[in-house]
């Protein structure tokens, strides 16, 4: 693994805009940059990231088939009573799940080691799959990659499959309903490219802002009054388990991707449950729960995490009473989890987080944040990567 400093293609931007790819840049500050790349050799990708976010997905199946009708479970993850039939109602049904991103810590030498999952709500995806792949093939067009470079990304073509496998498996007809918050640009983004997949799946689809869901007869419609049989929500479950829809009954008459169990993993308290049940496992941290003494395992270099958050958001990492870093933000009423702090690679003072996407159960790529900080935020760098 190594990072290397290459000159962007003098028309990038140009391209980003004729790609639709158009939160490249956030107020003035390069979220894309490709004054920068990362290599791997093909034995770090197959046998440690590829290989790992397979473990990874089978530990996490494992856990939710443990914790979906576990109600002691449940309540450790501050998730509302009023959720858990419908939780343990999906996982009964295995309504499938589309895609999710763990994030990794990996230097090249060591075993990968789980940061956290971005199970229900993940984002930098358009990026991951196109974007990144036309700076590939660009680079072997003009000189500046060689011609047998590769990367790990198989993302569009799996996304494709999978809505087809979603599609087909699915006995619920009719259009297939987007939601986002609107004044994202980053979730329009990724709701409008997943939409695009979804039409090349050959699904009938439609897109609205969250809060144009309405409720009628006790189901949820659109504008036009129509019914919402299926529903991508790029919302998080927890919004909607606070929201007064979140106890609606439409809610059982609406079939959800991300599906309802994809909480449980989204939530920062699986890192606990997931050491609890493996302890030990080579591509997990020592996690514990903020009120479980046995935290004291972990020693004086700690991350600690709420249950719910965002974006890198009210995340505190310690080092034997010196704090490293410490985000702020509006997270942290449900609790905390203390993870075991490993270091992240240093490339000149780059911190680099692997994102190892997973659709459906299969590993599917790889998209590489950076930062200067230590805590990989929202406005943390996309830095592209190929196989040497």
């Known amino acids: 693994m190594r990072r290397l400093a290459i000159k962007p293609r003098g028309d990038w931007r140009a391209c980003a805009q004729a790609l639709g790819f158009v939160h490249h840049t956030i107020e003035g500050e390069p979220y894309w940059d490709e004054s920068a790349c990362y290599a791997f050799t093909l ?24 914790v979906a009708g576990d109600e ?6 501050a998730i509302p009573r009023h959720a858990w039939d419908l939780i343990a109602e999906s996982w009964r049904r295995r309504e499938p799940s589309l895609y999710g991103r763990f994030d990794l810590a990996y230097d ?27 700076w590939l093939e660009d680079g072997r ?54 939409e695009d997949c979804a039409r090349q799946a050959g699904l009938s ?31 998080p479950w927890e919004f909607i388990f606070a929201d007064a829809f979140g ?60 249950l719910y958050s965002r974006e890198g958001a009210n995340v505190l990492l310690v080092d034997d ?3 490293l870093g410490r985000t702020t933000g509006t997270y942290g009423l449900e609790g905390y989890v203390r993870q075991a702090l490993v270091d992240l690679p240093n490339f000149d003072g780059n911190y680099p987080v692997v994102g190892s996407w997973v659709v459906g159960d299969h590993p599917a790529g790889v998209g590489i944040r950076e930062d200067h900080s230590r805590i990989t935020g929202d406005r943390s760098r996309f830095v592209p990567h190929y196989i040497e």
Not at 108 to 131: C, I, M, S
Not at 287 to 302: A, E
């Open 108 to 134: 090249g030498k060591g075993a990968p080691k789980l940061l956290e999952y971005n199970a229900d709500t993940p984002t930098a995806l358009f990026e991951a799959a196109v974007f990144q792949w036309r």
């Open 321 to 323: 009473g010196k704090v």
């Open 247 to 306: 106890t609606s009954p439409a809610m059982r008459r609406t079939r959800f991707l991300e599906p309802p169990w994809k909480c449980i993993l989204s939530n920062k308290g699986a890192l606990a449950l997931l050491w609890e049940m493996a302890p030990g496992h080579p591509n997990l941290l020592p996690t514990f729960f903020l009120d479980d003494d046995r935290k004291s395992q972990i020693g004086p270099r700690f991350a600690q995490k709420p």
């Open 72 to 77: 002691q479970a449940l309540e450790r993850l």
């Open 43 to 66: 034995r770090e990708i197959e046998d440690d990231i590829e290989a790992a976010t397979g473990a990874l997905v089978e530990l996490s199946l494992e856990l939710v088939a443990r």
């Open 141 to 194: 067009a003009r000189g500046f990659l060689g011609h047998d470079a590769d990367q790990f990304n198989s993302l569009h073509e799996k996304l494709i499959q999978r809505w087809r496998e979603v599609g087909r498996g699915d006995d619920r007809a009719g259009m297939l309903h987007f939601t986002c918050m609107g004044a994202s640009a980053e979730d329009t983004g990724t709701i409008d490219y997943l």
């Open 205 to 235: 689809t439609g897109k609205l802002d969250i809060g144009a869901i309405g409720v009628k007869d006790g189901t949820f419609v659109d504008l036009q009054d129509q019914r919402i049989e299926r529903l991508f929500k790029l919302y």
